[in-house]
Structures are given as structure tokens and as C-alpha cells.
């Protein structure tokens, strides 16, 4: 195998493949690296493994996993972990791949995220879904300007909201904690959310009107209708209301309003993309450019499902061909799981014994 050689502030880290995107197809994929023989580096834009199972159905039990009668998608992603780490990938979170380049001395890949790390690899795998989950952001024409200073859609640090008017847009579970959460240091709270229902856990609505009746944060029905920033500091966030408006004054304005799914940069990188998604060879998954395969949802191909085990397969042929591009002088020899000394000793720390007891 190919070990990572370098780390974060040393230049590009170096792998066999690249995996894009730590959803249940990335997560397998990077086991089966490990079987295969491939040293395997995975990144995500999100903060949390897992992809559409997590960001979307965590709590909703899955009936088709093979030989797995039923699991949560949660369950689901935990055990693709744990399935994974006796290769121990690193996992790179909160690293949207912007740029795949290909380099033309050596045809290997170098692979940027918008937040400055670099790979280099010898193939790269696709298993982005429908592209990186981004946040909804207001739709209001001043509010790029402010972003980062007065406009926010996630909370990194919550001291930076500290003796300030913070309003809370969203009627979620990020929408209700944060806003819970930031009480405690805020000068005020402010929850704006169009309806009176809130999609938040129960417990956390129930506790979000308690603090409200007591006094602790304010909760707006209506919309967002616009920032007041003069000078490019905010002041204050006009809220539309049924039959009328109202202004807030706020420092800060917190949109937790979900994630969105954005193919974006990979739009850009000179694949054959069709309504979104990636067209490959279904013999080995590999894109219109070579070295560059796509797996799981992302994938285009006569009759595919959008579903799980497809991308398991996918990923298990793509492979194979990506080891070609690793080790191009190399032959590899299949051997079944159940037969691979060498695969046991890393997973059980033993090799496998036959059915009459003794050692294969
Ligand atoms: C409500 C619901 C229920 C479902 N139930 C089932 C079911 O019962 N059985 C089943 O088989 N399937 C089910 N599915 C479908 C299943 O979840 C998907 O097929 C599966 O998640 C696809 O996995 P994936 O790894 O290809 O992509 P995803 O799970 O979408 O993960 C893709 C990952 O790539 C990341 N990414 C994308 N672009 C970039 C980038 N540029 N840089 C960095 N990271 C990036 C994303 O952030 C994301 O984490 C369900 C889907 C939904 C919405």
C-alpha cells in the first residue's frame, strides 16, 4: 500500500484513491480499498460521516441491507464505520473539493478543497450523492455582503455571539437548539420562523415556549423580508408578518433553515454530467475521464436504482479498475474475504481457521 506521506501544512497528502464523499457508498468503498489493497483517504463537505442517512433519515429503520433485516440509517452508518477502520482511512470533514486536476507528467490527480487542503492520487471516487449538502441561505441581495460577519448559517463558535442581538431564523432542530443554546450568552434572542409549528424534537419546542413565556427569548412568526446594514454594519432585520411588518434590532442573523444538496464544482471538472448525475462504463464504474469513477447516487447508467447496495457493488468494481491506475505494474490476484490471511489477521487479528479446525 501506498501510505499517506504527507500531513496538513506539508503539501499534497498523498493516496491511491481519493474517495469524495463519506456517505454509506464512500464508507464501504474505503473498506473495500482496504481489501483490495489501496490506501484510501476520504473527504466530505459536511462536519459528520454518513451523507443522505444522517442529514436526512438518521431515526428511520432501512429493510433492504442485505443479510441486516433492519437498522436504522444511523445504525447503518455506524457499522460501515466500524467495518472500515482496520484501514484506518482518514477522514477529512468540513472539505468541499472544489478543483480535480489532472497532472500531466505522472497522470496523477491533484484534488482541492475550498478549504485549502490538497491530495494528490492515483485515481479518484466519486461517491458524492447529489453533490455537497450546503446550507439555505437568504435569499436577500445584501445578505452576501454580510456573511461571516452579520450573517451566519452555522454556529462555530458561540462566545462570538456574546452580549449581542441575535436573531435565529429556522423552525428546525439546528434553529431551536442554537437558539436554546445562545440565550446564554446573547444580549437577546430572537427565533423568527414563518409558522407557529416547529419542526424541532418535541422536548426542545416544549423547552424553546417555556423560555419564551419566561422571558428568556422572543419568538416572531413571519419572514425575513430584509437586513438594514448601513455601512455594511447590521442594525436591524425587517420581518414580514401576515398583514403586516415588523423590524428587529439585531447585530446578528443566524439562518438555520436545512441543507440543500449542490453538485456545484463538480459540474466543472469535465465529466459527462447528464440531469445531475455522472455517466459511466457500468464495467467498472469509471467516468468519461479515465481514473475518475462515479459510485452510488451520483452515478448515471441505463435502469440504476438510487439505492444503497447498488452503490456497494459500484464501488467493489470501481475499485478494481482504480487499482490498475495505482499499480499499473502489479497483477492482483482475487482471493475471497473468507479465504484472505491477510485481510483476518487485520480484522480479527488471527488467520482464518479451516472447517476442520486447523490454520489456512
Ligand atoms: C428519506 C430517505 C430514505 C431512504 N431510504 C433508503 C432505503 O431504505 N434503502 C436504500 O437503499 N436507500 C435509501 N435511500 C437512498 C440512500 O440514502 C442513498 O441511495 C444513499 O445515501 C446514497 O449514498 P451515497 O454515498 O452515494 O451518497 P450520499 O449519501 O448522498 O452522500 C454523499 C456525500 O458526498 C458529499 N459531497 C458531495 N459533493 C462533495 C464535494 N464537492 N466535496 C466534498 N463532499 C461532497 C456530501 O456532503 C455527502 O455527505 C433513502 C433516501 C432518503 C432521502
Known sequence: MDEAVSTIGNGPLRTDVLVIGAGPVGLFAAFEAGVIGL???????????????????????IFDIPALPVCTARELVERLMKQCQPFEPPI???????????????????????????????????SAGNGAFVPQRLVLDEAPALEGRHVHYAVRKRAMFEGQRVV?????????????????????????????????????????????????????????????APG?????VEIKQIGGATAIDADHVVALYGLVADLGPIADWGLDIRAGRVTVDTSNYESSRPGIFAVGDIALYPNKQKLIL???????????????????????????????????????????????GTNT
Not at 430572537?190 to 426542545?204: N, Q
Not at 455594511?232 to 436591524?236: E, I, K, R
Not at 482471493?335 to 485481510?343: F, N, P, R
Open 39 to 61: 490506501s484510501c483517504h476520504i473527504v466530505d463537505a459536511l462536519d459528520e460521516i454518513g451523507g443522505q442517512c444522517i442529514e436526512l433519515y438518521p431515526e428511520k429503520p
Open 92 to 126: 477529512h470533514l468540513g472539505q468541499r473539493v472544489m478543483r480535480v486536476e489532472q497532472r500531466d507528467e505522472d497522470k496523477r490527480w491533484v484534488v482541492t478543497t475550498e478549504q485549502g487542503l490538497v491530495f494528490e492520487a492515483a485515481a479518484v471516487l466519486l
Open 168 to 228: 435565529v431564523a429556522g423552525g428546525g432542530d439546528s434553529a431551536v437548539d442554537w437558539a436554546l443554546a445562545l440565550r446564554d450568552v446573547a444580549k437577546r434572542v430572537t427565533v423568527v420562523h414563518r409558522r407557529e409549528t416547529f419542526r424541532a424534537a418535541e422536548a426542545s419546542v416544549g423547552e424553546l415556549k417555556r423560555a419564551a413565556q419566561a422571558g428568556e427569548l422572543d419568538i416572531v412568526i413571519g419572514t425575513i423580508a430584509s437586513l438594514n
Open 232 to 236: 455594511g454594519t447590521l442594525q436591524s
Open 310 to 356: 447498488s452503490g456497494f457493488h459500484e464501488a467493489s468494481l470501481a475499485l478494481r479498475k482504480a487499482y490498475t491506475y495505482a499499480y499499473p505494474d502489479k497483477k492482483r490476484m482475487h482471493v475471497h474475504s473468507s479465504y484472505d490471511t491477510k485481510l483476518s489477521e487485520r480484522i480479527l487479528g488471527s488467520v482464518p481457521a479451516t472447517d476442520d
